[in-house]
């Protein structure tokens, strides 16, 4: 029935201005007079407190104008919506169509249109009110999301949105670099970091229908050193190193810029894991999981060390209180050849530090040794100094948890699946892994001993340790040698020692001569 009645109106409007200002008196003359509204007490009224560019804010449906105008002496003003057909109809104008109208179009249009009715007139528009809807929120951990925004939020508006409502701890590695917006069927990503940091991107004002797809992200960049933004970093596809020292602000002074390493993974192991490059070279781009370090003063006194099997071996900053296994979790983690139950933790200040008695015994030659002391000799040989060895899983997850200090040095060794039986065996060889197997289960699968068996047998672990043991039941690992001592080379074993250990003697006294001489 209105909107019969506003046609109506519109009809009586398309005659003379006298003729208006009739019907606007005869047909409004009560309601003229009590129209006049009072913009601060509109109960609709929503604040806008966001800046509005007119040229790029598009006019929709729910949008709402304040429109005051007067033809001769009879005023008119009041709050006109946005229809769902994009349309809004004025007493006196009739309908007028905005679809798809920038906000200066809408006003530039209808201002057109009623200066072509009116000549003598005067008219005022103003948007009081945005818009609201729900955009779609998809790959969150707490699954699909609503999200109640308006024109003039952008991508990153309604990113924080959502940090707030979902879990934050469920989704503390959420994408930022790689947030995919869909606008009707075309998708593009968003790098939000970048837009942050450097003002650079895109980072549209949303619409209706638009859906945002985010995700938990597993490739990521380690950057450390001489950088202002120093940390972990999501890890963007066709990033190039320069772009990427930027998004991370930059470097710092007094860098080292001819000495950047990138530790990277290497998946056929045929190029060196290790890159050095200068300050020339920072166009090359940059892989997942690239552990980069940026050389500045001193700053190789902060530094550690990992090998072996872990996916980015190379230098690490050093962190404070930084254990063993956090650095592993930066290095990438294991690799899939890795064995989790070993590890070995070096230190070559301590491995610097000389051992007194060892080079007291070096000097008493070999055939005046007493049995302590060739016991000893052989006891240091099988041990690597400046070493913590583990070859145990509850030992391990000891050394897992230790704090580590500067210039230390981590190994992960390869994972074998295998036990050696060797020695006074019938069919000495490499038998299947066998978690729980005692040694004499290996034994047995290896044909017993043999009749030259001298009853002694020992476990050489990976680490080249010679162990006794002590009983049947003692544990044994994978890639771990199993030896049972025979009768002829007992012997042989200790004569092999001992001219070793004449060879290290006679290189020492050779050492202590020439040290005395200069």
């Known amino acids: 029935m209105n909107f019969i009645f506003l046609i109506i109106i519109s009809f009586l409007f398309t005659q003379d201005n006298s003729f208006d200002k009739w019907n606007l008196e005869k047909l409004y003359s009560n309601q003229l007079k009590n129209k006049q509204i009072n913009l601060q007490n509109h109960k609709n009224v929503n604040p806008i407190n966001n800046p509005i560019i007119l040229e790029e804010y598009i006019v929709g449906p729910g949008d709402e104008f304040f429109i005051s105008f007067s033809v001769n002496d009879i005023v008119f003003s009041d709050y006109i919506v946005i229809s769902q057909l994009n349309d809004i109809v004025i007493p006196g104008i009739g309908m007028i169509n905005l679809e798809k109208l920038s906000l200066k179009e809408s006003y530039d249009k209808i201002k057109s249109i009623f200066a072509k009715k009116y000549t003598d007139s005067n008219l005022d528009i103003t948007l009081t009110n945005i818009r609201k809807f729900y955009i779609n929120i998809f790959g969150t951990n707490s699954g699909p999301t609503k999200i109640l925004t308006n024109p003039l939020d952008k991508v990153s508006d309604v990113y924080e949105k959502i940090i707030k409502q979902i879990n934050i701890k469920e989704d503390y590695n959420l994408t930022y670099r790689n947030v995919v917006l869909k606008r009707k069927s075309n998708f593009y990503n968003i790098d939000l970091l970048e837009y942050k940091r450097l003002g650079l991107g895109n980072n549209p004002q949303l619409l209706e229908g638009d859906e945002i797809y985010l995700k938990n992200y597993t490739k990521y960049i380690d950057i450390y050193g001489g950088i202002n933004s120093p940390g972990r970093y999501e890890y963007k596809k066709n990033e190039r190193l320069a772009d990427f020292i930027a998004v991370c602000g930059g470097f710092k002074n007094d860098i080292e810029t001819e000495k950047i390493k990138i530790s990277r993974f290497i998946k056929n192991k045929e190029l060196p894991s290790e890159i050095t490059i200068n300050n020339d070279s920072l166009d ?198 199993i030896f049972v001592e025979t009768k002829e080379n007992f012997n042989t074993w200790n004569k092999l020692k001992e001219s070793m250990s004449l060879i290290g003697q006679l290189a020492t006294l050779i050492a202590v001569i020439q040290s005395a001489s200069n």
């Not at 040095?409 to 978690?435: F, H, M, N, Q, W």
């Open 284 to 481: 090359i781009f940059i892989n997942e999981y690239d552990h980069i370090i940026i050389p500045e003063k001193d700053f190789s006194k902060k530094m550690v060390f990992i090998n072996g099997e872990v996916k980015i071996p190379g230098y690490y900053f050093l962190e404070e209180n930084m254990t063993v296994y956090e650095l592993i979790l930066k290095a990438g983690g294991y690799t899939d050849s890795a064995d989790k139950n070993k590890i070995i933790l070096n230190n070559d200040i301590l491995g610097d530090i000389k051992d007194l008695e060892l080079a007291r015994i070096n000097l008493i030659p070999p055939q005046n040794r007493s049995l302590s002391e060739i016991s000893y000799i052989q006891s240091r040989s099988l041990i690597e100094k400046g070493s913590v060895i583990s070859n145990n899983k509850e030992f391990t997850s000891e050394v897992l948890a230790y704090n580590l200090n500067i210039d230390d040095k981590v190994y992960i060794p390869v994972l074998i699946s295998y036990v050696e039986v060797i020695g006074a065996i019938e069919y000495p060889g490499r038998y299947p892994y066998v978690d729980g197997q005692s040694i004499e289960d290996y034994i047995k699968n290896a044909g017993g001993k043999t009749n030259k068996s001298r009853g002694n047998i020992y476990i050489v672990n990976s680490f080249n340790q010679k162990i006794k043991v002590s009983s049947k039941f003692t544990e044994i690992y994978n890639g771990e040698t």
